[in-house]
């Protein structure tokens, strides 16, 4: 069974801090990291991807890969209010449908 | 906003009913990905449709099928219905099989 573990919530920052998401996954085979954004009775929302170990940073959010550790992270600077969601972490499986797997996601709480 | 389209937003249905569910991907995508997202869970793949070919399933009984039309709009279909399919039911396109998957507004079914 493919797992994806994320650190448990929820997670409370206030507002202007750095909040780090922490994602762990057992499928070796998982070539893509996706992080999406949740908020409350709407759907997902991509917000990050990364495909290669190292940082990828775009605007306040920075993703971390490291294959090896099979560990991802994202972290989210200068936290808004507006940041306020439940956080989901999704490897593909790699091989021919890539379908993802979700952890059961990290709710984080921006406190102005 | 995404461009996938989902429908119905909300339905209910009595346990042993059929139900189909309806989504148009983002103009140019040609996969469609399927998940179950049940409270409080991250969503659960159920299967994927490239091209007009199920490429690809998920841990869900025979009851639960699809289908995908030339213009890669996709339906899914559930069977004798039970009080355990009550959840948001979200349609992923993405442009390619290993692309990055956009969700849609999700369809919330109640079976009563």
């Known amino acids: 069974q493919k797992e994806v573990e994320q650190n448990s919530g929820p997670l409370s920052v206030p507002e202007g801090a750095i909040a780090s998401l922490n994602c762990t996954y057992s499928?070796?085979?998982?070539?893509?990291f996706f992080w999406y954004r949740q908020y409350s009775g709407k759907s997902p929302e991509l917000i990050m991807f990364?495909?290669?170990?190292g940082d990828k940073e775009d605007g306040r959010f920075t993703a971390q890969l490291n294959k090896a550790s099979q560990y991802v992270s994202l972290l989210i600077r200068d936290s808004q209010p507006s940041d306020s969601a439940t956080y989901l972490c999704?490897?593909?499986?790699?091989?021919?449908?890539?379908?993802?797997?979700f952890g059961k996601g990290t709710l984080l709480t921006v406190n102005p | 906003e995404t461009g996938v389209t989902q429908s119905p937003t909300h339905l209910i249905k009595t346990r042993g009913q059929q139900v189909t569910l309806r989504c148009s991907s983002q103009?140019?995508?040609?996969?469609v990905s399927w998940y179950q997202q049940a409270l409080g869970q991250g969503p659960q793949f159920i299967f994927q449709?490239?091209?007009?070919?199920?490429?690809g399933r998920g841990n869900f009984p025979p009851r639960f099928s699809g289908l995908q039309f030339p213009n890669y709009s996709s339906e899914l279909n559930v069977n004798a219905l039970e009080l355990d399919d009550s959840a948001l039911y979200l349609c992923?396109?993405?442009?390619?099989?290993?692309?990055?998957?956009?969700f849609g507004p999700g369809t919330r079914l109640t079976v009563t």
């Open positions: 449709y490239y091209r007009e070919e199920e490429n």
């Open positions: 990364i495909y290669s170990n």
């Open positions: 992923a396109s993405s442009q390619g099989q290993g692309d990055e998957q956009y």
């Open positions: 999704a490897p593909d499986s790699g091989g021919s449908n890539y379908k993802l797997t």
């Open positions: 103009s140019g995508h040609n996969t």
């Open positions: 499928d070796r085979g998982s070539q893509s």
